[in-house]
């Protein structure tokens, strides 16, 4: 079972608890919420660097230099 510490600053006490059910449930669901903002996030990032590979693909196309489209995408 998951636990939790509990640090009595005044005393300086440190105390092992087992979380509750409720705790446990929270904890799951805040996991499931970072993993899918995680992956918005990942699939967010990866998008854009398709869409920065296309751009420089299109400039390359049309004869710029590897220094003109590094000059123009930054």
Same mark, same amino acid.
């Given at each position: 079972?998951? !636990?939790?510490?509990?640090?009595?600053?005044? !005393?300086?006490? !440190?105390? &092992?608890?087992?979380?509750? =059910?409720? &705790?446990?449930?929270?904890? #799951?669901?805040?996991?499931?919420?970072?993993? =899918?903002?995680?992956?918005?996030?990942? %699939?967010? #990032?990866?998008?854009?660097?398709?869409?920065? %590979?296309?751009? &420089? =693909?299109?400039? =390359?196309?049309?004869?710029?230099?590897? #220094?003109?489209?590094?000059?123009?995408?930054?």
């Amino acid at each position: 079972m998951p !636990t939790k510490l509990i640090v009595d600053c005044s !005393t300086g006490v !440190t105390t &092992e608890v087992e979380l509750t =059910a409720e &705790e446990i449930a929270q904890r #799951e669901a805040d996991a499931a919420a970072y993993a =899918a903002q995680k992956a918005e996030q990942d %699939a967010a #990032e990866a998008a854009k660097a398709v869409a920065k %590979a296309s751009a &420089e =693909a299109k400039f =390359a196309a049309l004869g710029l230099t590897t #220094e003109e489209i590094a000059a123009l995408i930054k």
